[in-house]
């Protein structure tokens, strides 16, 4: 199991698009994926509980991957947070 | 490109546009090619450019009363150079009565003149309704038509991967089939219109049964002739990679005869109820028409409280600083 925190950097914070770009990379991993903020656990390949959250720009989240490829999953979706969704 | 001949719209239309032929019966040898029609006005008096030869020609009062106000020479010599042109017929109005020089003339060039009793603006809607039905692009494909809440749904998608059955359980449910495997789309005024190809009736093959009749099986109501398609939807196999919609903010369409519809790409899978997935898909299509749209709805919240919240940390680093 993987733990990774991270904050969010992109201004519009965790709108629609970027939940959907989320949820649907991590659809292609086997391992499960859940994303905590604060009280709030979610399970990361659901678009509804992605959106939920409703994590604005600076706030932090914790990523946590469970599974045979949970590295290259976490990878993936870090990378995609570092790169602010492609936005600004 | 298509065409229908003078003989058999004058056979066809006779009764609704009450024609009556006024030349000689072998006058009628042309081909109407085009769903337009023109009133020759100007061709009347002697200007040619731009003079649409090929559609049927329709003289109404303004015409008739034009010529009538020429003087012998001119008119014979006025209709002379506009009957030289391959005008597949011409139709006179209300019944008008026709200079004489001009059904001479007729007779000769061999251009057949009927007259109607109908007023001009009433034949020329008649008219193009009829020759737009013929001149209407149309196509067939591979799919099953059904009528949900009164919106068209064009099911398509692979051959067994059951069209047939999510039908037969839509019309369990209430909704009217229109026509099953073979759906010939025609457009029309920039509506898709589908229908059946045969006028066989409603049957359908069903694995492993065969033939059913679905208007004697479950009713007259649960069938209809014909419908216009909004929307069509691919069923295609579950698969684990597939980019499914999963908001419904990207709108897909698809390209039918010119027509864009939208299109969505169904997943099935067992133990899916895809009769109630099609019944959502037709409902949500009525709600945008109505100017309602969920995706949108939720996502717009969500941004206003993204925005909120974010001003909000803002002032509280402010605050501490």
């Known amino acids: 199991m993987i733990r990774k925190t991270i904050k969010i950097v992109n201004k519009l914070g965790m709108h629609a698009r970027p939940a959907t770009m989320i949820v649907k990379a991590a659809t292609k991993y086997r391992s499960e994926f859940r994303i905590v903020k604060s009280d709030m656990e979610i399970n990361g390949k659901s678009i509804m509980g992605v959106m939920t959250l409703a994590a604005e720009f600076g706030s932090e989240l914790e990523l946590v991957a469970d599974g045979v490829d949970e590295k290259f999953l976490i990878q993936e979706i870090v990378e995609m947070f570092l790169n602010k969704f492609g936005e600004e | ?321």
């Open chain 2, 1 to 321: 490109m298509k065409k229908i001949s003078v003989k058999e719209f004058y056979e066809l239309e006779k009764k609704d546009l009450s024609l009556s032929l006024i030349t000689h019966p072998n006058t009628m040898q042309g081909n109407i090619t085009t769903s337009f029609l023109n009133r020759p006005g100007l061709a009347l008096t002697g200007y040619f450019d731009r003079f649409e030869y090929n559609r049927i020609q329709i003289f109404g009062e303004t015409e008739i009363s034009y010529l009538q106000s020429l003087k012998e020479e001119v008119l014979y010599n006025n209709i002379k150079e506009t009957l030289v042109y391959d005008i597949p017929a011409i139709i006179i109005t209300k019944g008008l009565s026709v200079p004489k020089q001009i059904e001479f003339l007729a007779n000769e060039m061999m251009i057949p003149i009927f007259s109607s009793r109908l007023s001009t603006d009433k034949l020329f809607n008649s008219i193009r309704i009829y020759l737009q039905g013929i001149f209407a692009e149309s196509k067939t494909i591979h799919g099953t038509l059904i009528d949900v809440f009164g919106v068209g749904i064009l099911l398509t998608g692979k051959s067994g991967i059951g069209k047939s059955e999510c039908a037969l359980e839509l019309v369990e449910r209430g909704q009217r089939l229109i026509t099953d495997d073979v759906v010939k789309i025609t457009s029309k005024d920039d509506i898709l219109v589908g229908g059946a190809t045969n006028n066989y009736g409603h049957f359908m093959e069903v694995r492993g049964i065969g033939l059913i009749d679905v208007a004697k099986m479950f009713g007259i109501q649960a069938v209809r002739m014909k419908k216009r398609i909004d929307v069509q939807i691919e069923l295609m196999p579950w698969k684990d990679n597939m980019d499914y919609e999963r908001i419904g903010l990207s709108n897909h369409s698809v390209d039918i005869l010119g027509n864009k519809i939208p299109i969505i790409y169904l997943p099935i899978s067992p133990g899916k109820n895809i009769a109630v997935i099609i019944e959502v898909v037709a409902m949500n299509h009525i709600s945008k028409l109505f100017g309602y749209d969920a995706a949108k709805e939720y996502t717009n919240k969500l941004q206003e409280e993204l925005t909120r919240k974010a001003k909000l940390r803002e002032k509280q680093i402010e605050e501490k600083k």
